[in-house]
């Protein structure tokens, strides 16, 4: 019985792993080619705007990613009895820790920092032409720096606060899918057993 066990662990893991690795590519995809798309028809300050966007998105996901991992379950079980909106939610997403950080922190985090870097060259070129005086290279560190410092900068912030405030933290995140949810279908009720 345990070597079956073992074996369809390892088959789902497989699985898994191809999922995430296939998503991974479409969402990657789907993104560099929408920005590259949208950057062709925007000015810098637009640019700078996408830009910004798309870091914050990352550190979004990234505080979602760790509170979901460092969060305590027992809370949200209690609410759930008490049919609280969000709690079984929140259950579900602990009880696959390992798969939501997974999507948060690796597939949408590191979709968010190739994006930005692409969208930086961009910025880094409309700047060279409206300079043609400044050295490309310093243009292009300068603004490769700026992205690096927000996105490692914003993370560790995030990360900190997830590990202090996950269960709060998560809470929130979890009261804003059932509401989406609730609108995506209104005849579904989101507090019964998932």
């Given at each position: 019985?345990?070597?079956?066990?073992?074996?369809?662990?390892?088959?789902?893991?497989?699985?898994?792993?191809?999922?995430?690795?296939?998503?991974?590519?479409?969402?990657?995809?789907?993104?560099?080619?929408?920005?590259?798309?949208?950057?062709?028809?925007?000015?810098?300050?637009?640019?700078?705007?996408?830009?910004?966007?798309?870091?914050?998105?990352?550190?979004?996901?990234?505080?979602?990613?760790?509170?979901?991992?460092?969060?305590?379950?027992?809370?949200?079980?209690?609410?759930?009895?008490?049919?609280?909106?969000?709690?079984?939610?929140?259950?579900?997403?602990?009880?696959?820790?390992?798969?939501?950080?997974?999507?948060?922190?690796?597939?949408?985090?590191?979709?968010?920092?190739?994006?930005?870097?692409?969208?930086?060259?961009?910025?880094?070129?409309?700047?060279?032409?409206?300079?043609?005086?400044l050295n490309t290279y310093v243009i292009?560190?300068?603004?490769?720096?700026?992205?690096?410092?927000?996105?490692?900068?914003?993370?560790?912030?995030?990360?900190?606060?997830?590990?202090?405030?996950?269960?709060?933290?998560?809470?929130?995140?979890?009261?804003?899918?059932?509401?989406?949810?609730?609108?995506?279908d209104k005849n579904v009720k989101y507090t019964r057993k998932l």
């Amino acid at each position: 019985m345990g070597s079956k066990s073992k074996s369809n662990s390892k088959k789902s893991n497989t699985k898994w792993i191809l999922k995430i690795i296939c998503g991974s590519m479409i969402i990657c995809g789907s993104i560099s080619l929408l920005s590259d798309v949208l950057l062709k028809k925007v000015n810098i300050l637009v640019a700078f705007i996408i830009l910004i966007f798309i870091i914050f998105t990352g550190i979004i996901s990234d505080i979602i990613g760790v509170a979901v991992t460092a969060a305590n379950e027992i809370p949200f079980h209690a609410m759930a009895s008490k049919k609280v909106k969000g709690a079984k939610i929140a259950i579900k997403l602990i009880k696959n820790a390992d798969k939501t950080s997974s999507i948060c922190n690796d597939v949408v985090g590191d979709v968010c920092g190739i994006v930005s870097g692409s969208i930086g060259v961009y910025i880094a070129s409309k700047v060279h032409l409206l300079f043609p005086g400044l050295n490309t290279y310093v243009i292009n560190t300068l603004i490769g720096v700026v992205i690096g410092a927000f996105t490692i900068g914003g993370k560790s912030i995030g990360k900190n606060l997830a590990i202090n405030r996950s269960n709060e933290i998560l809470f929130k995140v979890c009261k804003i899918i059932y509401i989406f949810l609730k609108r995506i279908d209104k005849n579904v009720k989101y507090t019964r057993k998932l």
